[in-house]
């Protein structure tokens, strides 16, 4: 079984552009979840989405968002980026989203803002 | 609200050697905790996880018991090896529908 991929892994924008990451599932799986992971802050939950609905949110702006589609696709979106938001962005997908669950990440988006 | 505290790293040990890396949590109720490793340029995978008090997860030769009393879930190994090296990185999930909290991370080295 294919493992949870994104893409791009790498990216460089600057400042004020904005970016689309995207994520494929584990197939079957219906929940998939998205983290920011920076040296000084670790990983920080962003937002998980069970069947198209956003299920779960945490503490970031208005400037990031995301969506899943009906394959349980998903795609996370920043706007107006800031220097900041250099960091790895994962995703992880799991069939409920449960918290007994366990979650299976992809490799990560390297995303660079100069 | 809940919060998950690891020793900080790095850590360093000689191939062979015993591991602990500690664990603490601050939870309500009879939360989930997990273990998860990072290897160098890849995504986070499950170690091992332990759903109720008094169970202990266990894989690839690592361990760890989940203890209400001291609200612990250090990770031990016996004898580590150089491919062991990694970040690795302790979670909790306090109920259901809730997002995972993860610890800062403790960095591994292994030297052979």
């Known amino acids: 079984k294919a493992g949870v991929t994104q893409t791009p892994r790498y990216l460089i924008k600057t400042r004020g552009q904005q970016v689309t990451l995207s994520c494929s599932p584990i197939s079957g799986h219906r929940s998939v979840s998205w983290y920011q992971q920076t040296p000084g802050q670790g990983l920080q939950f962003l937002f998980e989405y069970f069947s198209e609905t956003q299920r779960n949110k945490g503490n970031f702006p208005g400037r990031f968002s995301g969506r899943q589609f009906s394959n349980s696709r998903s795609e996370m979106n920043v706007s107006t980026l800031e220097l900041g938001d250099s960091a790895l962005y994962l995703c992880?997908?799991?069939?409920?989203?449960?918290?007994?669950?366990?979650?299976?990440f992809g490799p990560g988006t390297r995303l660079t803002v100069l | 609200g809940n919060s998950v505290t690891q020793m900080e790293g790095p850590v360093t040990l000689s191939e062979e050697a015993f591991l602990t890396i500690n664990c603490t949590y601050t939870a309500t109720g009879y939360p989930s905790l997990f273990w998860y490793v990072q290897y160098p340029g890849e995504g986070l995978q499950l170690l091992l996880k332990a759903t109720k008090a008094d169970d202990k997860g266990s894989n690839k030769g690592f361990e760890a018991t989940y203890r209400k009393e001291t609200t612990s879930f250090h990770l031990e190994k016996g004898s580590v090896q150089v491919s062991d090296s990694a970040v690795y990185f302790c979670?909790?999930?306090?109920?259901?529908?809730?997002?995972?909290?993860f610890g800062k991370g403790t960095r591994l080295h292994i030297l052979p």
């Open positions: 979670a909790l999930s306090g109920s259901r529908d809730d997002k995972i909290i």
């Open positions: 992880a997908s799991s069939t409920t989203g449960t918290f007994t669950d366990t979650q299976y």
